[in-house]
C-alpha cells in the first residue's frame, strides 16, 4: 500500500557544486530520510564558509562572488545576508547570557585588530576574561571600539553586573588611565 508512489528532484547546493537528487514520496508519511534534512538547499559547509568570510570583514556582494566562483553556486546578497543573520543571532545571544556571580580574577585588556569599514582603520577590541575560583577560564565579554577607554570598560563591566556578576576579588589590567576608578565604581568591593 505504500509502493510505488514516485519521487521529486531537489536540487542541493554544496562544496562539490550542485548535488540533482531525487527523493522518494512516502503515501503513509512514515519514511524520513536523514541524508538530507526537509527543506534544505545547501549544506552546511557552505553556510560555515560564507559565515568565516563575513566574520573576516568580507562584504556580502563578494561572498556571493566568491562562492559562485568556487563551487558554482549562485547565492544573491540576500541569501549572504539571511546566513550571516546566523552569526549575528549568536554572537548576540553570547553577549547577553548569564554569567556566574563570582569570579577570583578578572583581566581587562585590549589589542588593536585592522578593519576594514569604509578605509582600513586600527580599532580596539576590548576582552574581557574571568577565572572562577576553581580556576577556569572564561571569556566574559568583548567590544569593539575605535580606540581603548575606560569609559568602554564600564559600560562592560555595567553590563556584566546587570548579566549576575556580584564579586570579583581581582582586577589585572595594564594600568590604564581611568579603569581603576571605573572598576571601583561598578565593583566598589574588588
Not at 554544496?14 to 536523514?34: C, M, Y
Not at 543573520?85 to 585588530?113: G, Q, S
Amino acid at each position: 500500500g505504500d509502493s510505488r508512489n514516485g519521487s521529486y528532484e531537489r536540487t542541493i547546493r554544496s562544496q562539490f557544486g550542485e548535488l540533482h537528487i531525487s527523493v522518494p514520496r512516502d503515501r503513509n508519511g512514515a519514511f524520513k530520510q536523514k541524508t538530507v534534512p526537509e527543506y534544505t538547499r545547501r549544506t552546511d559547509a557552505l553556510e560555515q564558509t560564507v559565515i568565516h568570510l563575513y566574520s573576516h570583514g568580507v562584504t556580502t556582494g563578494e561572498i556571493a562572488d566568491i562562492i559562485e566562483k568556487m563551487y558554482g553556486c549562485y547565492y544573491s546578497r540576500a541569501t549572504v545576508s539571511n546566513i550571516t543573520d546566523v552569526m549575528t543571532d549568536l554572537v548576540e545571544k553570547f553577549h547577553n547570557r548569564p554569567i556566574k556571580d563570582k569570579y577570583a580574577v578578572i583581566y581587562c585588556d585590549a589589542t588593536y585588530l585592522h578593519l576594514r569599514r569604509d578605509t582600513v582603520e586600527p580599532e580596539a577590541l576590548h576582552v574581557i576574561l574571568g577565572i572562577t575560583p576553581d580556576g577556569h577560564k572564561e571569556v566574559l565579554d568583548y567590544g569593539l571600539y575605535p580606540t581603548e577607554s575606560a569609559m568602554n570598560y564600564r559600560e562592560m563591566l555595567e553590563n556584566l553586573r546587570d548579566r549576575g556578576l556580584k564579586q570579583a576579588l581581582l582586577f589585572v589590567s595594564d594600568g590604564l588611565n581611568g579603569l581603576q576608578s571605573a572598576i571601583s565604581e561598578v565593583f566598589p568591593k574588588s
